[in-house]
């Protein structure tokens, strides 16, 4: 059973940052990727960000390129999503997943374990 438990999520003035934490159970680790998903109120969930495990590649969406950065701890078995330059329309309830192909990517479907989620709230 995979688990994983994100941290980190609360409320934050519009130019503040986050960092997003997310501990991964041990049987986790090997040749997968990460990945935060995020979705607001009445939206469908959309991707932010993933990391390949092993080589560290990383995807963004354009919509956070150059405000977030996504990386990983072998030895704590977590990932962070560290947030900077916050929106208003950054707010959303933040999901951490993980797929067991080796490249990441956006597409939801793909990924076959996620965690309960954090919310985040940018305040205007």
């Known amino acids: 059973q995979v688990q994983l438990v994100e941290s980190g999520g609360g409320l934050v003035q519009a130019g503040g940052s986050l960092r997003l934490s997310c501990a991964a159970s041990r049987r986790t680790v090997g040749s997968y990727a990460m990945g935060w998903f995020r979705q607001a109120p009445g939206k469908e969930r959309d991707f932010v960000a993933s990391i390949t495990w092993r080589g560290g590649s990383t995807n963004y969406a354009d919509s956070v390129k150059g405000r977030f950065t996504i990386s990983r701890d072998f030895a704590k078995n977590t990932v962070y999503l560290q947030m900077n330059s916050l929106k208003p329309e950054d707010t959303a309830v933040y999901y951490c997943?993980?797929?067991?192909?080796?490249?990441?990517?956006?597409?939801?479907?793909?990924?076959?374990?996620w965690g309960q989620g954090t919310q985040v709230t940018v305040s205007s």
């Open positions: 997943a993980r797929t067991p192909n080796s490249y990441g990517g956006s597409d939801s479907s793909n990924y076959d374990y």
